[in-house]
């Protein structure tokens, strides 16, 4: 039909795990995967009851899923602290002196936290917590650099039962008063700066920016991280170190009730009103709990490293809650991939021994754009296991990443999942699902997806179509915060019960999800509805390609243009000749329909700090319109004002 997704991009190369891999793996081959998988859906109780007495309960649950579409509540009755999971728990055994927390600051500087040392600290800030009179059920904003400050603080409100709601330090004094002001906090944990590319980001100058005028916020701890100047409001302000000198280490978890709010995070880039997605305490602590024993396959003697934020749902899931209940060592980094130079991640693999890297398929087109020389430099050896999280991975990317990074012999997750959905849905498992280059592959335990047709009628293998969750799954998010109107309309209303991800998808003959971008990306040309992934994937199959974003613009005769946003590799020419070439490319790779109508070379592209590409704003450049758009989350605002004034 004609509305469905067109999906011309097929990749044929699969990769089985090695032997050795799947032979220590906790899932050790695709037979056990389809048993367990077959389990979970067909008695999800049974599965989920089984992977959550694993944790410690305070009260037990009565029931695993209470489901009346579209709100669920799982575990019902049961009582625990997230805050204990992550902490007490290990410490009545050898973890207790294991690394928690190996954490770098961009200018070098280094901090060990053990288990126990974790503790201490998140006993004592959570006592500084209510010695600020902040309690249960209270909403704290934290707006801190990648520190362990920002991990203790969110695991300090989990152990009181605060709401924590955690702004990315790239986020403009506009975002945070707008999440202020929807979350109704009464506090708000800073630092007085933070290191960007050898710079200071004011994080303390823009929450005095934020709370001018009044707001809810009655307090603001601060954390001294770089010594700079900064005005301190009066009875309002107090500094994190001056406070600790009040409290002791004894701070017991507060049992909650497996529905207790957990955090409020706000999702990037929406207009108008912020979007705060609510997670709650026990089924999201099972979910990333789970996928982080099966999907990382983390062992005791690992060094995990997820390069992402704690400001987004990936460093929520996989830097602090789902490692950590797992008993893990994980590394934070404070800085820039390449501050000083472009081989700051290959140091910390080398420096730390580090065994399994989690990073976003934006990092890697980097990384390729930078050369091959900066990776050669450092012994990557000690790693067994690559991830990728955030977008979809085009292959030639995956391959790079695969023979450069992994030595051809990590096998690679390409994990697709969203702040809605709280953990990992769908995913390889490293010893057990062949992978192919690009796609997602399976689905993880308990989650059922499909593709769907405008009726919301399953398609055919290697059609296009809307993905949706057809059951619901332990950590998803619960509701919008105070706005259940808009949760039920916007995931719920299109396919009745279904959960609607928001995502363009296709599913191959052996059942493996391809996930070709958002549905507001796909593109309309002639009547063809083309996703802009496999565009830009085969745009940068181009061997003097280093990344690209693909876009539409208003056709008089077609409906939509095709434009692609190219920036090539470090020392490649980019000619007139180059357009052309890789236009005929595009045609020879997919099909005429898809050729770019116009090519346009960047230096670099305008992401957020996050990595992600800002499709929005390269719209309005390439239909020639003024860039309206909000910019407060683009890392470089030079990168724009460079686009908007080449020329074709």
């Known amino acids: 039909m004609q509305n469905d997704i067109e999906s011309h991009l097929i990749e044929k190369r699969v990769f089985k795990p090695s032997k050795g891999f799947s032979k220590t793996a906790r899932i050790k081959s695709l037979a056990q995967y389809r048993r367990m998988y077959r389990e979970s859906i067909r008695q ?25 579409a579209p709100f669920a509540k799982w575990f019902v009755g049961g009582k625990l602290n997230i805050s204990e999971n992550c902490l007490d728990r290990h410490l009545n055994g050898p973890r207790r002196n294991k690394a928690a927390i190996l954490w770098e600051g961009e200018p070098g500087d280094k901090r060990t936290l053990t288990y126990q040392q974790l503790h201490r600290e998140v006993c004592r800030f959570a006592n500084v917590l209510k010695r600020n009179k902040i309690k249960t059920g209270d909403r704290v904003i934290i707006y801190l650099p990648n520190i362990p400050e920002a991990a203790i603080a969110m695991l300090a409100c989990a152990r009181i039962g605060a709401v924590h709601s955690v702004i990315f330090g790239g986020f403009s004094a506009d975002s945070i008063r707008d999440r202020i002001i929807d979350s109704g906090a009464i506090a708000l944990v800073t630092a007085d700066g933070a290191y960007r590319r050898g710079a200071i980001v004011p994080l303390k100058k823009n929450v005095d920016e934020a709370l001018r005028g009044g707001t809810s916020i009655k307090r603001v701890i601060v954390f001294r991280r770089t010594g700079s100047e900064i005005h301190m409001e009066e009875v309002r302000d107090i500094w994190w170190h001056q406070e600790l000198e009040y409290v002791d280490a004894n701070c017991p978890p507060v049992p909650l009730d497996s529905e207790h709010p957990l955090y409020l995070l706000y999702t990037s880039g929406s207009t108008g009103k912020p979007k705060g997605i609510l997670h709650t305490t026990g089924g999201y602590l099972v979910g990333v709990y789970s996928t982080m024993k099966y999907v990382f396959d983390i062992r005791d003697e690992d060094i995990f490293w997820c390069t992402a934020d704690v400001g987004w749902v990936t460093g929520h899931s996989y830097i602090v809650y789902g ?34 890297l989690y990073t976003a398929p934006t990092a890697i087109r980097a990384f390729i754009r930078w050369g091959d020389q900066w990776v050669a430099k450092h012994d990557l050896s000690s790693l067994r296991l690559l991830g990728t999280v955030g977008e979809p991975i085009n292959p030639e990317a995956w391959m790079w990443y695969h023979k450069n990074i992994g030595g051809g012999r990590c096998p690679i997750v390409d994990t697709w999942w969203q702040t809605e959905t709280g953990s990992i849905l769908i995913t390889p498992l490293p010893g057990a699902i062949p992978t192919k280059p690009g796609s997602a592959t ?18 055919g293998p290697n059609v296009g179509g809307k993905l949706i969750i057809q059951r619901p799954w332990p950590a998803m998010l619960r509701s919008i915060y105070g706005d259940k109107t808009r949760y039920r309309q916007q995931y719920w209303s299109e396919f009745k019960g279904n959960y609607l991800t928001g995502d363009g998808a296709r599913r191959d003959e052996d059942g493996y999800f391809w996930i070709v971008g958002r549905i507001d990306d796909v593109l309309n040309v002639a009547g063809h509805r083309l996703g802009t992934s496999e565009i830009e994937s085969a ?37 007139r000749g180059l357009k052309e070439e890789l236009r005929d490319h595009v045609a020879a790779h997919i099909g005429a329909i898809a050729k770019p109508d116009e090519v346009r070379f960047a230096e670099a592209l305008p992401k957020t700090r996050s990595g992600k590409i800002m499709r929005r704003l390269l719209k309005e450049i390439a239909s020639g319109a003024k860039v309206t758009g909000d910019t407060t989350t683009l890392e470089d605002f030079s990168v724009l004002a460079r686009l908007s004034e080449s020329e074709e």
């Not at 999800?44 to 944790?55: D, I, N, V």
């Not at 404070?334 to 580090?354: C, L, Q, S, V």
């Not at 539409?552 to 020392?571: H, I, N, S, W």
């Open 44 to 68: 999800p109780a049974k599965f989920w009851g089984r992977e959550a007495s694993e944790l410690v309960w305070r009260a037990p649950w009565k029931k695993v899923l209470e489901w009346k």
């Open 323 to 356: 490692p950590l209940a797992n008993g893990a060592t994980v590394v934070m980094y404070e800085g820039a991939p390449n501050w000083p130079e472009p081989d700051r991640f290959w140091k910390i693999i080398e420096d730390y021994r580090i065994n399994i």
């Open 442 to 459: 399976l689905p993880f335990f308990g989650v059922e997806p499909a593709i769907v047709d405008e009726k919301g009628n399953e398609v």
């Open 539 to 575: 745009l940068v199959s181009h061997a003097r390609v280093a990344e690209a974003a693909v876009v539409g613009r208003p056709d008089e005769l077609k409906g939509q243009g095709v434009v692609a946003f190219v920036t090539v590799k470090t020392g490649v020419d980019a000619s």
